[in-house]
C-alpha cells in the first residue's frame, strides 16, 4: 500500500538542470529507483537509492550529471539532473522493490510499484 507520485519535469535546453521529485504515501519506502524511458526504447536504470544518501546507485550512463538523494521525513526522492542534453528526453519513473539489492539494481522487473511517470524533454 504505497504509492508514487513523479513531479518536476518539463522542458528545457540542453545544459539545464531539473530536480525530479517522487512524493511517496501509504507508507515509508524501501529502496527506490529512477528509470526512463524514451519513445521506442526500452526501460533503463538511472539511479537508486535505500533509506541512506551514502548507499546510492546509477547508471553508467550519468557520468556524475545526476544524483539521487532522499527526505525521508518527507518520504520523498529527488533526482537532480545537470548538464542536460537530447538523449536524456525521455519519461522518467520512480519505482520501489522491497528488498536491499545487492548488485545494480538496474532489472525493473524486481520493481514491485511504479508512479506515472514526468516528462522530461531537452531541446538541442
Known amino acids: 500500500q504505497v504509492q508514487l507520485v513523479e513531479s518536476g519535469g518539463g522542458l528545457v535546453q540542453t545544459g539545464d538542470s531539473l530536480r525530479l521529485s517522487c512524493a511517496a504515501s501509504?507508507?515509508?519506502?524501501?529502496?527506490v529507483g529512477w528509470f526512463r524511458q524514451a519513445p521506442g526504447k526500452e526501460r533503463e536504470f538511472v539511479a537508486g537509492t535505500g533509506y541512506s544518501d551514502s548507499n546510492t546507485f546509477y547508471g553508467d550512463f550519468v557520468k556524475g550529471r545526476f544524483t539521487i538523494t532522499r527526505d525521508n521525513a518527507k518520504n520523498t526522492v529527488y533526482l537532480q539532473m545537470n548538464s542536460l542534453r537530447s538523449e536524456d528526453t525521455a519519461v522518467y519513473y520512480c519505482a520501489e522493490r522491497p528488498n536491499w539489492p545487492e548488485t545494480m539494481p538496474d532489472d525493473p522487473r524486481l520493481y514491485i510499484t511504479w508512479g506515472q511517470g514526468t516528462q522530461v524533454t531537452v531541446s538541442s
Open positions: 501509504g507508507r515509508p519506502v524501501y529502496f
